[in-house]
């Protein structure tokens, strides 16, 4: 549990607001422990295959999508969840690819969940105050489908354990991912705090 690793991904908007330091502060503090990191431009089709990695994905938008416009007593734009699926793919490729990104592999206990939690829901409106896209930008569905883009929501972290797997062997060699130990991991994780008095 302990050695729990997750995927996150600055996103372009995230670089361009100068807010590197500032997530990953949020996300470090913690306590998780940063083991990879890099600065990269994807390409187009690097990002299919990210976000394509669950095959159930392009369903999944579009049914949180549809049930976010009815939660919100607006009418949703499409039906069929697939058809949102394929539209938000097309404009996630022009977000990711639009600029640097920064991809990172944080571990610790309950990583994945932990980050999700830190980071906020998909939609920066809907989003809690405290969490990153909560604080940090104020974009919504509605007017991403009005402009025909991308939610612009600084982050992407994975969803689950097995996401975060699949991502992280897409994004790193596995000797980009770093086997160290941090100071602080005796007062997170020790049993005893027998080694803390002279
Ligand atoms: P999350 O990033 O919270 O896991 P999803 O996996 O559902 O969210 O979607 C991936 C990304 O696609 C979101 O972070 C967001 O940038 C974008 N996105 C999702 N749904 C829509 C939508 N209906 N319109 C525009 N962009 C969307
Ligand atoms: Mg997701």
């Known amino acids: 549990m302990k050695t729990e690793k997750t995927f996150i991904i600055i996103k372009p908007d995230g670089v361009q607001r100068s807010l590197i330091g ?3 502060q949020r996300l470090e503090r913690t306590g998780l422990k940063l083991v990879a990191v890099k600065m990269i431009v994807p390409d187009e089709n690097f990002i299919e295959k990210h976000y394509t990695i669950d095959p159930e ?3 999944t938008v579009g049914e949180k999508t549809i049930k976010s416009y009815r939660e919100k007593g ?3 734009p499409y039906d069929d ?3 949102v699926g394929n539209i938000v793919l097309g ?3 022009k977000f990711m690819t639009s600029g640097p990104v920064i991809a990172m592999v944080l571990q610790g206990l309950h990583a994945v969940k932990l980050v999700r ?8 409106f809907a989003s809690d105050v405290g969490t990153i896209r909560g604080d940090f930008v104020l974009d919504s ?3 991403a489908d009005i402009d025909g883009r991308a939610i612009r929501n600084l ?8 996401e975060a797997n699949k991502e992280i062997a897409l994004w790193f060699k596995p000797e980009e991912i770093i086997n160290y130990r941090l100071i602080q991991e005796r007062i997170l994780y020790d049993v005893n705090l027998d080694e803390i008095l002279e």
């Open 91 to 93: 404009n996630l490729k």
């Open 74 to 76: 607006l009418k949703p």
């Open 141 to 143: 569905y509605q007017l």
């Open 81 to 83: 969840p697939h058809k």
């Open 57 to 59: 994905w392009k369903g």
């Open 117 to 124: 939690k830190l980071v906020g829901g998909t939609e920066p």
């Open 22 to 24: 500032e997530i990953i």
């Open 155 to 162: 982050v992407h972290a994975s969803g689950s354990i097995e």
